[in-house]
């Protein structure tokens, strides 16, 4: 992986050493998205630094995927400057394959797994491990499988190796193996949308651990989530779009979350009534 990401495909600056150097892994700077007559982002400024988690929060319509998107190559935005390690990206030469090789990942709350294939199929899926005539390394490929659902993603259930099928894992396990993916391919910064939508308690609780690990790790995180308990504990900080535009910028700490909920609730509250919920 050290090899593709000293080849800058999205312009970074050739000197620069991803291990180092650098304030923030991805800043924003006056990004705005439209869609015609619709303005979907506004002036967007937003940095990420090293080993933080950062929640990303926000009505329905508020501009989540959307700045995601732009971070991580899908969309091109109208306007404003993406840095990378504090280096300059050309918009002409990134992409979702350009922000991979700069190390980005994104765990999404769709399926992302196939179902009937084996663990190992897809930890590799689109990046497999060949020889110089091009055949995949099964048998390196399922070692290395074998040693991230022990090490790195803590797998100890009877049955569960890197030949099972995602058909047999929990919900929790599912996204379990995609973070442990992602942290695999030595990513610096991983978005993570809304992973545990859906899930019962104790699957939930699965994969905030999973969370605290990219944490642990030494890793960025950018969490969106709709369940304000989770996001409020895990966060080191709370980023809040509304209709577009960033709000609040919330450390960890100094709003609870009672006040959190009551904050967010008067964003869309008549003058007078967000008065009398103060």
């Known amino acids: 992986m050290t090899g593709e990401t000293t080849s800058h495909p999205a312009g970074a600056a050739a000197g620069a050493d991803p291990g180092r150097g650098y304030t923030h892994i991805v800043r924003a700077q ?51 400057r993406l840095f990378i390690r504090d280096q300059p990206i050309d918009w002409n030469q990134y992409s979702v394959r350009a922000a991979h090789r700069l190390r980005f990942e994104t765990v999404y709350q769709e399926k992302s797994l196939g179902e009937k294939q084996p663990l190992w199929r897809n930890f590799f899926v689109g990046r497999q491990i060949t020889n110089r005539w091009g055949f995949i390394k099964v048998r390196e490929e399922r070692r290395i499988a074998d040693e991230i659902l022990k090490r790195h993603i803590g797998f100890r259930g009877v049955g569960i190796d890197a030949d099972s099928t995602v058909s047999q894992l929990s919900g929790g396990e599912r996204q379990g193996i995609a973070i442990g993916r992602a942290m695999y391919f030595d990513s610096d910064l991983i978005l993570l949308d809304e992973p545990t939508v859906a899930l019962a308690v104790k699957e939930v609780q699965k994969v905030l651990d999973f969370v605290r690990s990219i944490k642990r790790s030494g890793r960025a995180c950018i969490y969106i989530e709709h369940n304000l308990a989770h996001v409020h504990a895990l966060a080191d900080r709370l980023v809040v779009l509304d209709r577009g535009r960033i709000v609040a910028d919330i450390p960890a700490g100094t709003m609870s979350l009672e006040e959190l909920t009551r904050f967010l609730i008067g964003l869309h509250a008549p003058a007078g009534a967000a008065g009398a919920a103060q």
């Not at 400024?45 to 989540?64: H, T």
């Open 30 to 80: 006056r990004i705005s998205v439209s869609f015609g007559n619709i303005r979907a982002l506004s002036d967007i400024d937003l940095a990420i630094g090293r080993n933080e988690i950062v929640g990303l929060i926000g009505d329905n319509g508020a501009g989540k995927s959307t700045l995601t998107k732009v971070l991580t190559g899908v969309l091109r935005p109208t306007s404003g």
